[in-house]
Every structure is written in C-alpha cells, then in structure tokens.
C-alpha cells in the first residue's frame, strides 16, 4: 500500500512558477513510478509527467514540456513537480500517482494502469 498526499498548489498568475509536491507513505517508494495528471473543470484527466523509479527517466505531455520538470527523492519518498511559465490552461487539480512496473527504469503515461492516487491539490493561473 501506499498513501499519497499532494501539496503545493495555489493562485498565480500567468508567468509564475508553482513547485508541487507528493508525500509518499509506505516501503520502497523506489519501486513506484510516479506521475502527475491534472484534470481540468469538465474535461477528463489527463497525463502530465512521470518518472521511473530510479529517477532515470521522465515522460512529458507536449504541452508541458520545457516548461515543466519532475523530480524525486527516493531517500525522502517525495515526487515534485516544478511548474514555470503557467498558463491559463494549466488550472486543475493535480494529482500524484503511483505504479509498479517491470523495471526500474520504465514509464507509462496510462492514467489507468496507476495503482494509488493522492487527493489532489487546486493549481489556478489568472490571465
């Protein structure tokens, strides 16, 4: 099992930069990748980033790559997600989550092949 609890997320303006954050709970954090998804007022969820569990490879959505980078810390189990240049439309809830695949090194960008899930934390860019 593993508890998932995200933070960070607030009110900015278009520009700014957020760091979120993903508390992880329970043995071998480093087994999980992890990823981060968003999901938008009345649209579904979707993909945003991910990370291996040896932090050896990351997967972006276009239209957050270059702006956005993800990271963890096996040692602390944290997952981040340093957010810059927001935009408009990156308002949503963000969500952390976790899966254990084959190989230290793999990644998916499936939202449902992840096991475990945080709560979510509100990201709002103002124009």
């Known amino acids: 099992q593993v508890q998932l609890v995200e933070s960070g997320g607030g009110l900015v303006q278009a520009g700014d930069s957020l760091r979120l954050s993903c508390a992880a709970s329970g043995r071998t954090f480093s087994v999980y990748s992890m990823g981060w998804f968003r999901q938008a007022p009345g649209k579904e969820r979707e993909f945003v980033a991910v990370?291996?569990?040896?932090?050896?490879?990351?997967l972006y959505a276009d239209s957050v790559k270059g702006r956005f980078a993800i990271s963890r810390d096996n040692a602390k189990n944290t997952l981040s997600l340093q957010m810059n240049n927001l935009k408009p439309d990156d308002t949503a809830v963000y969500y952390c989550?976790?899966?254990?695949?084959?190989?230290?090194?793999?990644?998916?960008?499936?939202?449902?092949?992840?096991?475990?899930w945080g709560q979510g934390t509100q990201v709002t860019v103002s124009s």
């Open positions: 989550a976790a899966v254990h695949l084959l190989g230290t090194n793999a990644v998916t960008d499936r939202a449902q092949f992840y096991n475990y």
């Open positions: 990370i291996s569990g040896s932090g050896g490879t990351t």
